[in-house]
């Protein structure tokens, strides 16, 4: 069964950065298109947005809530995904999740950012 662990999420001023990362095991992580999903605060677990993705080759893509200012990226040798998030705003403050798309059943715990003055 694929595992997912997620870190890097915190408290962070308007306008600052933060730096997500997950590893997944279990096997197969090549092969998988990889995304960034977030909760925002007082949404269901189904109402998990997709904000990036990036396929096994690496092209990305984003949602146009987070164009120009999130980056993913991969290390497929090391079956970690990251997300680089840029000009943070207080929209942006959510639980972050790494799950494959189509995604998995099983979901990581998740990293909460917080964007807040």
């Known amino acids: 069964q694929v595992q997912l662990v997620e870190s890097g999420g915190g408290l962070v001023l308007p306008g600052g950065s933060l730096r997500l990362s997950c590893i997944v095991s279990?096997?197969?992580?090549?092969?998988?298109?990889m995304g960034w999903y977030r909760q925002a605060p007082g949404k269901e677990r189904e109402e998990r947005e997709l904000?990036?993705?990036?396929?096994?080759?690496?092209?990305?893509h984003y949602a146009d809530s987070v164009k120009g200012r999130f980056t993913i990226s991969r290390d497929n040798a090391r079956n970690k995904v990251y997300l680089q998030m840029n000009s943070l705003k207080p929209e942006d403050s959510a639980v972050y999740y790494c799950n494959a798309v189509p995604r998995f059943a099983n979901w990581g715990q998740g990293t909460q950012v917080t964007v807040s003055s």
């Open positions: 904000v990036a993705a990036i396929t096994n080759d690496s092209n990305g």
């Open positions: 279990g096997g197969g992580f090549g092969d998988y298109t």
